[in-house]
T-cell receptor, first 109, second 113 residues
Framework: QKEVEQNSGPLSVPEGAIASLNCTYS??????FFWYRQYSGKSPELIMS????GDKEDGRFTAQLNKASQYVSLLIRDSQPSDSATYLC?????????FGTGTSLTVIP | IAGITQAPTSQILAAGRRMTLRCTQD?????MYWYRQDLGLGLRLIHY???????GKGEVPDGYSVSRANTDDFPLTLASAVPSQTSVYFC????????????FGSGTRLTVV
């Protein structure tokens, strides 16, 4: 069983809509959680981190964490074509990161 | 500009040849990592170093070696390249503990023929 699971997509949303990306993890001792954005041919870029249950908002991005259910999600409001990328979920377990395989998002103008 | 520098950007390498991928960071991060990224498999950890002078094996270490002589540099060596090592290689670093996430270099695209 993989440590971190993501739906590979592709996920398509119209411009201006809310994109919802989900991630589940298997290790209950995970302490910190991250979302990375990766444009095609580029390196992953950290966009959100979350450490406690609940929501964390940063501009158009909201990360949601539910440790009891072992999932973390990323909401992108007012999606823009420039948000089209692959989004990687990462979980920090004992000083080691585990990455999901990513969800491909396409925002249609 | 603080960050991680990787070199070369891309390389075509004959099978059996030796190759070193370079990685340098200027953020004074304790920990550094090498990942390979393959379509459908995501990021897989090759080797890591929690501090200068120490290294450890990740998920896919076979055929690769690393060294960490100082805080800033973390080269990855392929002793005798094979076609299955064709991949995109990313170097990353973090403050020890990783609680603030990883910073990635721009990557090296390696093709072994």
């Amino acid at each position: 069983q993989k440590e971190v699971e993501q739906n590979s997509g592709p996920l398509s949303v119209p411009e201006g809509a809310i994109a919802s990306l989900n991630c589940t993890y298997s290790d209950r001792v995970s302490q910190s959680f991250f979302w990375y954005r990766q444009y095609s041919g580029k390196s992953p870029e950290l966009i959100m981190s979350i450490y406690s249950n609940g929501d964390k908002e940063d501009g158009r991005f909201t990360a949601q964490l539910n440790k009891a259910s072992q999932y973390v999600s990323l909401l992108i409001r007012d999606s823009q074509p420039s948000d089209s990328a692959t989004y990687l979920c990462a979980v920090n377990v004992g000083n080691q990161f585990y990455f999901g395989t990513g969800t491909s998002l396409t925002v249609i103008p | 500009i603080a960050g991680i520098t990787q070199a070369p950007t891309s390389q075509i390498l004959a099978a059996g040849r030796r190759m070193t991928l370079r990685c340098t960071q200027d953020m004074r991060h304790n920990a550094m990592y090498w990942y390979r990224q393959d379509l459908g498999l995501g990021l897989r950890l090759i080797h890591y170093s929690n501090t200068a002078g120490t290294t450890g094996k990740g998920e896919v270490p076979d055929g690769y070696s690393v060294s960490r002589a100082n805080t800033d540099d973390f080269p990855l060596t392929l002793a005798s390249a094979v076609p299955s090592q064709t991949s995109v290689y990313f170097c990353a670093s973090s403050a020890l503990g990783g609680d603030y996430g990883y910073t990635f270099g721009s990557g090296t695209r390696l093709t072994v023929v």
